[in-house]
């Protein structure tokens, strides 16, 4: 996989994501309260977020332009993010409904739109 290959991806998942929370935060805050509350949910999408979390890395470990970082950091964060819902469920439930009352998740989406608007120019307009 490539590194273009990967920031259109991820970019473009980011900006769709972000911007349906933005739009309707009520539903997604419902299923993801859904998915934490359900211990199946919980860790088949650790399993999942774990499995992607090494393709990515074993595919782009790569550490030398900003957007190539941007990617890998992306990757470890996904792996990690597998790890803390497989290993440590209550903890990710507490943080998530502490996220939910001061706004967390807005703020997120706002950063991962940015993120992904970054992507999205850098490997769609500037690396042509």
């Given at each position: 996989?490539?590194?273009?290959?990967?920031?259109?991806?991820?970019?473009?998942?980011?900006?769709?994501?972000?911007?349906?929370?933005?739009?309707?935060?009520?539903?997604?805050?419902?299923?993801?309260?859904?998915?934490?509350?359900?211990?199946?949910?919980?860790?088949?999408?650790?399993?999942?977020?774990?499995?992607?979390?090494?393709?990515?890395?074993?595919?782009?470990?790569?550490?030398?332009?900003?957007?190539?970082?941007?990617?890998?950091?992306?990757?470890?964060?996904?792996?990690?993010?597998?790890?803390?819902?497989?290993?440590f469920k209550d903890t990710m439930e507490k943080i998530s409904k502490k996220l939910q009352k001061h706004h967390g998740y807005t703020?997120?989406?706002?950063?991962?739109?940015?993120?992904?608007?970054?992507?999205?120019?850098?490997?769609?307009?500037?690396?042509?």
């Open positions: 996989m490539t590194s273009i290959f990967l920031g259109k991806i991820i970019g473009l998942y980011f900006i769709v994501t972000s911007i349906a929370y933005l739009v309707n935060p009520r539903h997604c805050k419902k299923v993801l309260h859904d998915i934490i509350a359900s211990n199946g949910l919980s860790a088949l999408c650790g399993s999942i977020a774990l499995i992607l979390g090494f393709i990515l890395i074993l595919n782009h470990n790569i550490w030398n332009d900003f957007y190539q970082i941007v990617i890998t950091l992306i990757s470890w964060g996904i792996l990690i993010f597998g790890l803390l819902i497989i290993f703020w997120f989406s706002l950063i991962i739109l940015l993120v992904g608007l970054y992507l999205v120019y850098w490997t769609f307009f500037y690396l042509r």
